[in-house]
């Protein structure tokens, strides 16, 4: 069961728990996105939006619900739960001629406060996704890489492609601290992570140099520091790769960034309160 709330909503229906069908996620092609909810406030709500509207056009899938009509389900959806924190998933689902939106909670995993101070594990593992600048649900890749972290019991599994490059997490964006450089993977490899976006702009606020490129398996043991971003981690440092360890955590421009990080998103909540 994925749905983790009492009630979600179908189209313009709020069911209980009890009616909750997955065929409106894996029947067809499903496009979706997962909103951190803090403090009752749906967080980078007009992010989530824009990415789904480009999800939409780089698969030439038509909107058959408004934005504006979104949002409202999704402040409804939070009402009626009666939930201030946790995570939200909404799909878009196209079964041929069948077009469902459907909004929910799922279960949610943050980082630990111990996690944030020491870094957390990670592998690497081969593999790429289809289309990895479209949010579209690939329940192939997802069960794999699942897998494979359960196995090696870690957070998170930086994927790699056939050119040896590491693209992106599994569920995340990667970052590489070298010196006062941050180094990405550049978007057109990537998906376009609404946290990711948040990260640009504190390296512009801290005059922090991004730079998009590839980033060979080869180069780790050069970077002072790795971390990732996502709507659940939010900017959080990795400690190891395989068995290659590092103390981002600890790295001075780490630091920086999650601490701007977290003073954004304070604001960015008190703004929409």
């Not at 799909?91 to 111990?114: A, C, E, G, R, V």
């Amino acid at each position: 069961m994925d749905c983790n709330s009492q009630y979600f909503i179908l189209n313009n229906e709020i069911k209980n728990k009890s009616e909750f069908d997955e065929k409106y996620i894996f029947d067809g092609k499903s496009v979706y996105e997962v909103i951190k909810v803090k403090e009752g406030v749906p967080i980078f709500l007009e992010d989530h939006m824009d990415r789904v509207l480009l999800t939409l056009k780089l698969n030439k899938l038509d909107l058959f619900i408004s934005i504006d009509e979104i949002i409202i389900k999704l402040k409804k959806l939070i009402s009626v739960n009666n939930i201030t924190n946790g995570n939200i998933k909404f799909i878009l689902n196209y079964n041929n001629d069948d077009k469902n939106f459907i909004t929910y909670f799922i279960k949610h995993s943050y980082p630990s406060k111990q996690q944030y101070i020491e870094g957390v594990d990670t592998i690497l593992y081969y593999a790429e996704r289809k289309d990895p600048n479209s949010k579209i649900i690939d329940m192939g890749l997802r069960k794999a890489v699942n897998a494979e972290i359960r196995k090696n019991d870690v957070y998170e599994a930086l994927l790699v492609n056939k050119e040896n490059f590491i693209t992106e997490g599994s569920r995340s964006n990667i970052f590489f601290i070298l010196e006062d450089k941050i180094i990405t993977p550049p978007v057109k490899s990537v998906l376009p992570g609404v946290t990711r976006k948040w990260i640009f702009n504190i390296c512009k606020e801290l005059s922090l140099d991004i730079i998009e490129r590839e980033v060979s398996v080869a180069e780790l043991e050069n970077f002072k520091g790795i971390f990732m971003t996502g709507t659940s981690p939010d900017a959080l440092p990795i400690r190891k790769v395989n068995k290659m360890k590092f103390n981002s955590s600890n790295e001075k421009n780490m630091k920086k960034i999650m601490k701007k990080f977290n003073e954004n998103t304070e604001k960015y909540i008190k703004k929409r309160s």
